[in-house]
């Protein structure tokens, strides 16, 4: 379900957010075991890796057809919003049935896609502005700009911060080993039409 680069995208994005989420803290003051300059430093190198690695992952997802399993559609999605409100609580058989040609759910996908399309490429574009400040920093009104940039960039990663800490969330909900194996593995089973068995 998983191939080897999905999983390596993956699991390199989530230490490089992790990264960021660390040295962007120590930035403002919340961690005191790097030194600002330190912090500095390890936040522009995993921004730059991270802003790479999108760069070939968007090139994957072209290039094989992956960019399918985001296409939105309502259908399932009130299901899914009630089944993570309330019925995971009652432990119900969860609504969606994964299958190969749809790995993602409803909701999932809305996520995911809010992620791609709004929050990441606002924190390039903040990001790289922050960071090229020297560049435009005689621009009129370039000081009250940096401050609306760098807001945009807090608010965006506090974000980024919160939707991790659901997606860890979600992973523990139930049968976590059945939720992690498959992206450490890559190995899930799903139920495959004769038309999906064919093309295998």
């Known amino acids: ?38 912090a500095v430093t390890l936040h522009t190198i995993a921004a730059l890796t991270l802003i790479v690695l999108w760069i070939f992952a968007i090139f994957w997802h072209l290039t094989t057809g992956s960019w399918k399993h985001y296409v939105p559609s309502l259908t399932g999605l009130w ?64 000081s009250w700009r940096l401050e609306m940039i760098a807001s945009l960039h807090l608010v965006s990663g506090y974000l980024i911060a919160s939707f991790v800490v659901i997606h860890v969330y979600l992973l523990i909900v139930g049968h976590f080993f059945e939720h992690l194996r498959p992206m450490v593995t890559g190995v899930e089973k799903v139920d495959l039409s004769p038309e999906e068995e064919a093309y295998l």
């Open 79 to 142: 299901q899914m919003v009630r089944f993570y409100g309330y019925g995971v609580f009652k432990c119900e058989p969860h609504p969606y049935h994964k299958v190969y040609w749809r790995k993602h759910n409803p909701l999932q996908i809305l996520a995911y896609l809010s992620l791609k399309l709004v929050l990441f490429p606002v924190m390039w574009v903040t990001g790289i502005a922050y960071l090229t400040y020297d560049f435009w920093q005689t621009a009129p009104a370039a």
């Open 1 to 38: 379900m998983y191939s080897r680069f999905e999983r390596f995208w993956h699991w390199t994005q989530a230490l490089l957010i992790f990264t960021l989420m660390f040295s962007g803290l120590g930035l403002h003051g919340f961690r005191h075991v790097l030194y600002f300059g330190q």
